[in-house]
């Protein structure tokens, strides 16, 4: 480096020393800015902190006017400090009084210098403020100077980040690092928590950022590459899924960018300046993350999210950790905070001390969505950043009611929501004293009401909720979070207790229905180009008999005595369902020969969910004992919107002219042939939802437990043909004018409903 006394390592070593050193947080700033500007023979060197009031204010300067100090704040699209600020991008002149963003503050005495090198101060991928250095002489600084600079910013960034400058902020003009922040996400399972941050994947710690002899770290990094990259390379050879569940070409990707010269040579030389191998791990992350915040390419974003994991891997083989989060050291009141999360994996944390979910990924329909709902927490999806943002152990609050999420809120944010909670609370024993009420509208109509289950945490739902039964009990569910395959008898003693939790009332288990987005860890992962319309449910039940077979004896067997009502997923054709149906034929006559118990009565339905039933509706409804619509595949498939895909998932809505239209088609038809028809999809769920529902026809629904107190309230205040008078000719009329989701919330309003 020119003219540099002793180089970046030499100024790290002295960094380091300061940040050891206990003086106040000012001292320390001022010592830092000192050393700086000495090492890198500029004259001025300052630091600007972002502030909460999102201006910039200078926090310390060698150089400049020291009066200038906490007196000058810019505005953070001000000037080239400004600039550096929002684009979170070095900026590099040499003569920075000629750039258009040039701004000049008198108090600071700036004229007289002509060379500018500013870097942003970033953590996680996050603008914490910005570091100068300048020169009177028109000089242009080295390439090695920038990145030095951009080093000691990263150094820089831990004082700003630990919160000790706040002690001399004024107030309401803290350092913006630890603000509080509100972020807006997908409602994917209501319910407000109050709690504190748990990172799913944790970040990893680093306690040592600069390097006691840069040769040993040079090499450290070499062996952890060499470490992941043979790992990936184990992994796509075998075909094996890895721990989240990826998928090939997730993996393909990371491979190709593990062995990109580019991002190696970055990592190689943030070490050469002197920063530890994992130290540059999270300076090239940060630079990553900064890039990918301000990329709107959402291909490029998908790219730069795997080189984000990929660094995560590295740090990991770094320090010698796994992956395992902290599920058995989970504090009370955790929200969990993660990039994406399988069911299993959410499933694996305890219960009881699990309040909330928060994800940068998953739609509303996506497994983990559902498992949320069924363990009753508040869940929000597509929260950019999310992981980047919040610190472990940060206070946060999540409104599943809206998709908001804000992290460490202001004390009166927080007492906001304090008062909300507590009026939930009312509102929940308000539905608790309907538990018993029949569910019957104002003109009495009566309408059932079924729980969706899957799992064993389900069954105490029941109860609580005051259902009439099962409607959908997802058997996948139980393949789904298990670590190896469950045996027959597992799966036998599972139907039993669900039958024995349900007693009178009747259940509706569904086969298996996996594939597409519903993952199983422990089988191979099909290279489909696309899943969701692939090899999957009944498709593969059909062509891999034995699995189907196994698991209709187990059902069979459970129900010995007792009523059964069986369907299966993703049926397209009346002959999928008469193949299926014969299965069951031949399961019942092999049991009766071999003498066991039969169930008393055996009724065999079909989910709607694949459009094309729609178009053999009369013949299919000679042969079924029942249907139940699964809106969430039908609609996905209706729409051609992948339901799993946050982008895309609330871009077309349920409660639409078309879809209704269908719905009403089936309901019409099914009540003709006297056929019992339930819709169990999550449109059911949400009480305006299920108010069209009933306005078209519908008469037994099975809802996410959660849903059953507010949607029967919304039912017994109900009268049912004002609704259907209401919104039958308005799903008649020609589409295109208000929609109809507007139009029916204004009606539930001028009824009185709650919805
Ligand atoms: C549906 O598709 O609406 C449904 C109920 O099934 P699942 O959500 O399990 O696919
Ligand atoms: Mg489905």
């Given at each position: 480096?020119?003219?540099?006394?002793?180089?970046?390592?030499?100024?790290?070593?002295?960094?380091?020393?300061?940040?050891?050193?206990?003086?106040?947080?000012?001292?320390?700033?001022?010592?830092?800015?000192?050393?700086?500007?000495?090492?890198?023979?500029?004259?001025?060197?300052?630091v600007y902190?972002l502030?909460?009031?999102?201006?910039?204010?200078?926090?310390?300067?060698?150089?400049?006017?020291?009066?200038?100090?906490?007196?000058?704040?810019?505005?953070?699209?001000?000037?080239?400090?400004?600039?550096?600020a929002?684009?979170?991008?070095p900026?590099?002149?040499?003569d920075?009084?000629?750039?258009?963003?040039?701004?000049?503050?008198?108090?600071?005495?700036?004229?007289?210098?002509?060379?500018?090198?500013?870097?942003?101060?970033?953590?996680?991928?996050n603008t914490?403020?910005?570091?100068?250095?300048?020169?009177?002489?028109?000089?242009?600084?080295?390439?090695?100077?920038?990145?030095?600079?951009?080093?000691?910013?990263?150094?820089?960034?831990?004082?700003i980040?630990?919160?000790?400058?706040?002690?001399?902020?004024?107030?309401?003009?803290?350092?913006?690092?630890?603000?509080?922040?509100?972020?807006?996400?997908?409602a994917?399972?209501?319910g407000?928590?109050?709690?504190?941050?748990?990172?799913?994947?944790?970040?990893?710690?680093?306690?040592?950022?600069i390097?006691?002899?840069?040769?040993?770290?040079?090499?450290?990094?070499?062996?952890?590459?060499e470490?992941?990259?043979?790992?990936?390379?184990?992994?796509?050879?075998?075909?094996?899924?890895?721990?989240?569940?990826?998928?090939?070409?997730?993996?393909?990707?990371?491979?190709?960018?593990?062995y990109?010269?580019?991002?190696v040579?970055?990592?190689?030389?943030?070490?050469?300046?002197?920063?530890?191998?994992?130290?540059?791990?999270?300076?090239?992350?940060?630079?990553?993350r900064?890039?990918m915040?301000?990329?709107?390419?959402?291909?490029?974003?998908?790219?730069?999210?795997?080189?984000?994991?990929?660094?995560?891997?590295?740090?990991?083989?770094?320090?010698?950790?796994?992956?395992?989060?902290?599920?058995?050291?989970?504090?009370?009141?955790?929200?969990?905070?993660?990039?994406?999360?399988?069911?299993?994996a959410?499933?694996?944390?305890?219960?009881?001390?699990?309040?909330?979910?928060?994800?940068?990924?998953g739609g509303?329909?996506?497994?983990?969505?559902?498992?949320?709902?069924?363990l009753?927490?508040?869940?929000?999806?597509?929260?950019?950043?999310?992981?980047?943002?919040?610190?472990?152990?940060?206070?946060?609050?999540?409104?599943?009611?809206?998709?908001?999420?804000?992290?460490?809120?202001?004390?009166?944010?927080?007492k906001?929501?304090?008062?909300?909670?507590?009026?939930?609370?009312?509102?929940?024993?308000?539905?608790?004293?309907?538990?018993?009420?029949?569910?019957?509208?104002?003109?009495?109509?009566?309408?059932?009401?079924?729980?969706?289950?899957?799992?064993?945490?389900?069954?105490?739902h029941l109860?609580?909720?005051?259902?009439?039964?099962?409607?959908?009990?997802?058997?996948?569910?139980?393949?789904?979070?298990?670590?190896?395959?469950?045996?027959?008898?597992?799966?036998?003693?599972?139907?039993?207790?669900?039958?024995?939790?349900?007693?009178?009332?009747?259940?509706?288990?569904?086969?298996?229905?996996?594939?597409?987005?519903?993952?199983?860890?422990?089988?191979?992962?099909?290279?489909?180009?696309?899943?969701?319309?692939?090899?999957?449910?009944?498709?593969?039940?059909?062509?891999?008999?034995?699995?189907?077979?196994?698991?209709?004896?187990?059902?069979?067997?459970?129900?010995?005595?007792?009523?059964?009502?069986?369907?299966?997923?993703?049926?397209?054709?009346?002959?999928?369902?008469d193949?299926?149906?014969?299965?069951?034929?031949?399961?019942l006559?092999?049991?009766?020969?071999?003498?066991?118990?039969?169930?008393?009565?055996?009724?065999?339905?079909?989910?709607v969910?694949?459009?094309?039933?729609?178009?053999?509706?009369?013949?299919?409804l000679?042969?079924?004992?029942?249907?139940?619509?699964?809106?969430?595949d039908?609609?996905?498939?209706?729409y051609?919107?992948?339901r799993?895909?946050?982008?895309?998932?609330?871009?077309?809505?349920?409660?639409?002219?078309?879809?209704?239209?269908?719905?009403?088609?089936?309901v019409?038809?099914?009540?003709?042939?006297?056929?019992?028809?339930?819709?169990?999809?999550?449109?059911?769920?949400?009480?305006?939802?299920?108010?069209?529902?009933?306005?078209?026809?519908?008469?037994?629904?099975?809802?996410?437990?959660?849903?059953?107190?507010?949607?029967?309230?919304?039912?017994?205040?109900?009268?049912a043909?004002?609704a259907?008078?209401?919104?039958?000719?308005?799903?008649?009329?020609?589409?295109?004018?208000?929609?109809?989701?507007?139009?029916?919330?204004?009606?539930?309003?001028?009824?009185?409903?709650?919805?």
């Open positions: 480096m020119r003219g540099a006394l002793g180089g970046p390592r030499v100024l790290l070593r002295r960094l380091r020393e300061v940040m050891a050193e206990p003086v106040s947080a000012q001292e320390r700033l001022d010592k830092i800015v000192v050393l700086i500007a000495a090492n890198m023979v500029a004259e001025v060197c300052s902190v502030r909460v009031d999102s201006t910039l204010e200078l926090y310390a300067t060698e150089g400049l006017n020291k009066s200038a100090v906490h007196q000058t704040v810019l505005r953070s699209d001000e000037g080239l400090v400004g600039l550096v929002s684009e979170a991008n900026i590099n002149l040499s920075a009084q000629n750039h258009p963003a040039f701004s000049y503050r008198p108090e600071t005495g700036e004229e007289i210098y002509h060379s500018f090198l500013g870097v942003p101060v970033l953590r996680a991928g914490l403020g910005v570091l100068v250095v300048q020169n009177r002489a028109r000089r242009t600084y080295t390439e090695e100077e920038e990145e030095a600079l951009q080093t000691t910013a990263m150094v820089l960034a831990e004082t980040a630990s919160g000790e400058l706040s002690a001399i902020a004024k107030p309401g003009a803290e350092p913006a690092a630890r603000r509080p922040l509100h972020l807006t996400g997908l994917l399972n209501d407000i928590a109050l709690g504190h941050v748990v990172l799913h994947e944790p970040r990893v710690v680093i306690t040592s950022f390097a006691d002899d840069v040769g040993k770290e040079v090499k450290r990094l070499e062996s952890a590459v470490t992941m990259r043979s790992d990936l390379d184990v992994m796509l050879e075998r075909g094996e899924l890895s721990d989240g569940g990826e998928h090939r070409d997730v993996l393909e990707a990371y491979r190709m960018f593990a990109d010269r580019g991002w040579h970055r990592l190689e030389e943030a070490v050469a300046t002197g920063l530890t191998a994992e130290a540059a791990v999270e300076r090239v992350q940060s630079d990553t900064a890039r915040l301000r990329a709107t390419d959402p291909y490029l974003r998908e790219r730069l999210h795997d080189l984000d994991e990929l660094a995560n891997r590295l740090m990991h083989h770094l320090l010698g950790k796994d992956y395992a989060p902290a599920r058995d050291r989970l504090p009370e009141n955790s929200i969990l905070v993660a990039r994406s999360m399988g069911p299993a959410l499933l694996d944390y305890d219960r009881k001390r699990l309040r909330g979910l928060v994800l940068e990924e509303p329909n996506s497994h983990v969505a559902i498992v949320a709902r069924a009753g927490i508040a869940a929000i999806g597509k929260i950019d950043n999310a992981t980047g943002v919040a610190d472990p152990g940060d206070p946060i609050i999540v409104d599943g009611s809206t998709g908001d999420v804000h992290v460490r809120p202001s004390p009166d944010m927080e906001a929501y304090v008062e909300r909670v507590r009026l939930r609370a009312r509102r929940q024993s308000q539905y608790l004293a309907l538990r018993d009420k029949p569910c019957t509208t104002k003109d009495g109509q009566s309408i059932a009401l079924m729980i969706n289950a899957g799992l064993p945490v389900d069954l105490p109860e609580e909720t005051g259902a009439s039964g099962i409607g959908l009990f997802r058997t996948e569910l139980q393949f789904m979070v298990a670590a190896s395959f469950p045996r027959s008898a597992e799966q036998f003693s599972l139907y039993r207790a669900v039958l024995d939790a349900a007693g009178e009332r009747p259940v509706t288990f569904r086969t298996l229905d996996i594939g597409g987005d519903k993952v199983l860890p422990f089988m191979r992962n099909l290279d489909e180009e696309n899943p969701a319309l692939g090899w999957r449910a009944i498709r593969l039940g059909l062509d891999r008999p034995g699995l189907l077979r196994s698991q209709i004896r187990a059902l069979l067997r459970a129900a010995g005595g007792r009523d059964l009502n069986l369907m299966f997923p993703m049926i397209a054709t009346v002959e999928e369902f193949e299926a149906r014969s299965l069951v034929e031949r399961e006559t092999h049991l009766r020969r071999h003498g066991h118990k039969l169930p008393a009565s055996v009724k065999v339905g079909t989910m969910e694949v459009p094309s039933l729609l178009y053999q509706l009369d013949e299919l000679e042969r079924v004992d029942f249907l139940s619509i699964g809106t969430n039908l609609v996905q498939f209706f051609a919107a992948d799993g895909n946050a982008r895309v998932a609330d871009r077309f809505d349920a409660i639409s002219a078309p879809v209704l239209r269908a719905l009403r088609v089936i019409e038809k099914a009540r003709a042939h006297d056929t019992p028809v339930t819709v169990c999809g999550e449109l059911a769920s949400r009480p305006l939802g299920a108010l069209a529902l009933v306005a078209i026809g519908y008469r037994a629904l099975s809802l996410a437990p959660s849903a059953v107190g507010p949607v029967k309230a919304m039912l017994l205040a109900l009268d043909a004002k259907a008078a209401f919104m039958i000719p308005l799903i008649e009329q020609p589409v295109g004018t208000v929609p109809i989701r507007d139009q029916l919330q204004k009606f539930a309003v001028e009824q009185g409903l709650q919805i």
